[in-house]
């Protein structure tokens, strides 16, 4: 009986399929009712403003997700959709602006310095330099991050001349650098780089084998490239336009190695000749970002000003004497790369900008492209209805507002930034970057995918997104290794605390003074959205790990390996640990965000976001199985919970997106009447 249930019903389903494929297929002549050249037969684009509610205010919610700068944000959007620089062309009835990707590699390149130019007349970077205090410095990021929205190579040119270069004089140098070079850096009447990376070290800065010494008959310094691995590689602005560049160079004082300082060099004449002794070639052509001149320098004992060597942290006399206050080299070292956390905090926010723009393209695509029917004469359903769909993308976009609010929370203590703060900066925007990048790759692909074919064609954008922020895996820190790093500073304070016999302060560790949190035995629906719960087992995971962490080092270390080999060796609970970190990290700043906001809806959805935010982290992390920190059981309830919450959320998908506040330009045709952009018309147009 049960074969012949089964058979029957395959059969049903067999029969069922056949009815809807023939009503797909059948010759609409056929039917007497109606005439071939009726447009209902044909899909008709039905904006989704028409049927989706708003059961929130979109313009309260994106000063939440935004955060600062709004004025100044749409002041900048509206500067480039006016501009014809900025490549506007009129899909649909609409006008889209985003770069021309069919240009050549040196198009784009003199395309990124014509609408630097065209900014920079409209006083768009005032005060990038010169300004001071938390307001300036956000402003400065607020439209950093509307310039990416538009073309990440443009946002990395200048991110290179004023974050690096710029803030190299800034932080590195004293007030002799400000006062030469800073004004003249915001005007453009020089152009910056950035040489560190070299073709053999790239992470491990303190291996660079560039070399400075010091001539003291001449009150000079000399740089040179001592051999092929030490050529400068990958310098953002070097291949084409920059005409100084900041060197890191092993500084060698009377054959004594002083470790990493950073000098200016200058590398062309103001009408773009290269520099005698500097050999200077391009890197190529790139999967993206091909509006950055990358380039590669060598120096053939080039001699500089003893004044250009960036003297904050240390100083060479005229006589050739090494001054500094720091003795220790290591303090030294580090005191060097803390100012370097702004390109992290940047590329931090860039991703998630750019994950809103695919989750805002796909989402919008999603509520009006249809596939199939549920029955045989039923409509065709929208994508966005499949409960596959909705899970697929709604988790993502809970992600993106989590970290949405934790690259605000970044920008907020790096301005306000004293040296006390410097190392929770440090871990924080070491976490943030990794994370986040690896977040936007992630949300980028599934994007792609989610639009079908329409994801591939390049003026829907999420394909060269893909392109452009790839490197942001690799540059600023490799993400594996920052990721090492924050569990090396957190086992650090772990042991600091053990040895002293002192309570966590810092990091967000407090949570490891209190009692263990403990996990009820059978989990509910109401359990499991409560901040109380979701709080708990990301303290929970956090503190075991961190303590299995430090008892693996400690193992290794007893079988007579040393420190750092010991860190090698246990990095598979070092990368459990790091992500246990961030994600608690990211929980406590929605939770405070969530906390701000008045009740009402607003904050009822936030709610929605944030458990489906914690939910999702405990679906996707196995550590959560592997350590025991919920059984399978309740796994089994917390999966549940996230397909629920994908219900709730699907109502609000379009008000989520729109609350992001990208305008309608900096998206793309399929994000709106796709119908109308694919006409025949359109090509005639």
């Excluded at 402003?139 to 929205?149: N, P, Q, S, T």
């Excluded at 290179?160 to 590195?172: C, D, E, P, S, T």
């Excluded at 050529?231 to 920059?242: D, E, R, T, V």
């Excluded at 703060?421 to 980028?444: C, D, E, G, Q």
Aim: aromatic share 10%; glycine share 6%.
């Amino acid at each position: 009986m049960a074969s012949q249930s089964s058979s029957s019903s395959s059969m049903d389903q067999i029969s069922w399929r056949t009815s809807v494929l023939a009503r797909h297929l059948r010759d609409p002549s056929t039917n007497s009712s109606s005439s071939p050249l009726e447009p209902s037969i044909c899909l008709q684009f039905a904006a989704p403003e028409l049927s989706e509610k708003l059961d929130f205010d979109v313009e309260s919610m994106r000063r939440v997700t935004d955060g600062h700068n709004l004025e100044d944000r749409d002041w900048l959007y509206g500067m480039i959709i006016q501009s014809s620089l900025f490549c506007p062309r009129d899909r649909g009835g609409r006008v889209f602006v985003s770069p021309d990707y069919n240009q050549s590699m040196e198009q784009q390149r003199e395309m990124t310095m014509k609408r630097i130019g065209y900014m920079l007349d409209r006083g768009v970077f005032e005060g990038w330099l010169t300004g001071r205090g938390p307001e300036s410095e956000m402003r400065k990021f607020a439209l950093l991050e509307v310039i990416g929205l538009f073309d990440q190579s443009l946002a990395v040119k200048l991110g290179v001349h004023f974050f690096l270069w710029g803030g190299a004089i800034q932080f590195f140098g004293t007030k002799r650098h400000h006062d030469k070079w800073l004004k003249d850096t915001e005007k453009y009447l020089i152009k910056g780089c950035f040489a560190m990376t070299e073709l053999g070290h790239g992470s491990n800065v303190r291996g660079i084998e560039t070399v400075t010494t010091y001539d003291s008959s001449t009150g000079e310094f000399v740089v040179n490239t001592p051999c092929e691995s030490a050529q400068k590689y990958w310098i953002g602005g070097a291949a084409n336009h920059a005409t100084h560049t900041i060197v890191f160079s092993q500084l060698n004082i009377n054959g004594t190695s002083q470790g990493v300082h950073a000098f200016i060099v200058q590398i062309r004449e103001a009408d773009g000749t290269i520099r005698p002794n500097i050999r200077i070639a391009d890197c190529g052509h790139k999967i993206g970002l091909n509006g950055v001149d990358n380039g590669r320098i060598w120096f053939d004992n080039v001699r500089i000003p003893r004044e250009n060597l960036l003297n904050r942290v240390a100083d060479v006399s005229a006589d050739g004497q090494y001054l500094s206050s720091i003795t220790d080299p290591d303090q030294r070292f580090a005191a060097f790369l803390a100012p370097l956390t702004s390109g992290r905090v940047t590329i931090s926010v860039s991703a998630i900008y750019s994950a809103k723009v695919s989750l805002a393209i796909a989402i919008r695509y999603a509520l009006t492209r249809r596939a199939f029917s549920i029955s045989p004469n039923g409509p065709e359903v929208l994508l966005l209805d499949y409960p596959t769909h909705q899970r697929r993308l709604l988790p993502l976009v809970a992600k993106t507002y989590a970290m949405g609010f934790g690259g605000s929370y970044l920008k907020s203590i790096y301005v306000k930034r004293t040296p006390e703060a410097n190392k929770v900066i440090h871990v924080v925007s070491s976490a943030f970057k990794a994370t986040f990048t690896w977040h936007n790759m992630r949300t980028l692909q599934e994007c792609r995918e989610a639009c079908g074919g329409q994801g591939l064609k390049t003026e829907n954008r999420i394909g060269h997104l893909k392109s452009d922020h790839d490197v942001q895996s690799t540059f600023e820190g490799d993400n594996n290794v920052l990721m090492q790093q924050v569990s090396k500073a957190l086992i650090a304070e772990y042991l600091v605390a053990q040895k002293r016999k002192k309570p966590f302060k810092g990091l967000g560790l407090e949570h490891m003074n209190e009692a263990c949190p403990v996990i009820p035995a059978q989990l509910t629906a109401s359990i499991v959205r409560s901040a109380e719960f979701q709080t708990a087992i990301f303290r929970l995971r956090e503190r075991d790990l961190l303590t299995r962490f430090a008892a693996e080092v400690s193992n290794h270390q007893a079988q007579g390996q040393n420190k750092e080999y010991a860190f090698i060796l246990s990095y598979q609970v070092a990368e459990d640990l790091a992500r246990a970190f961030t994600e608690r990290t990211l929980l406590q700043i929605f939770l405070d965000t969530e906390a701000a906001v008045s009740d009402g809806p607003l904050k009822n959805v936030l709610g929605l976001l944030r458990s489906m935010y914690a939910l999702i982290c405990l679906e996707e992390d196995a550590s959560f199985l592997r350590y025991g920190y919920l059984s399978p059981e309740n796994a089994a309830v917390v999966r549940k919970e996230v397909t629920k919450l994908c219900s709730e959320l699907r109502p609000r998908a379009l008000s989520l997106v729109s609350s992001f506040g990208i305008p309608n330009a900096f998206l793309s045709p399929i994000a709106f009447d796709w119908i109308a952009a694919n006409s025949w018309a359109s090509v005639q147009h």
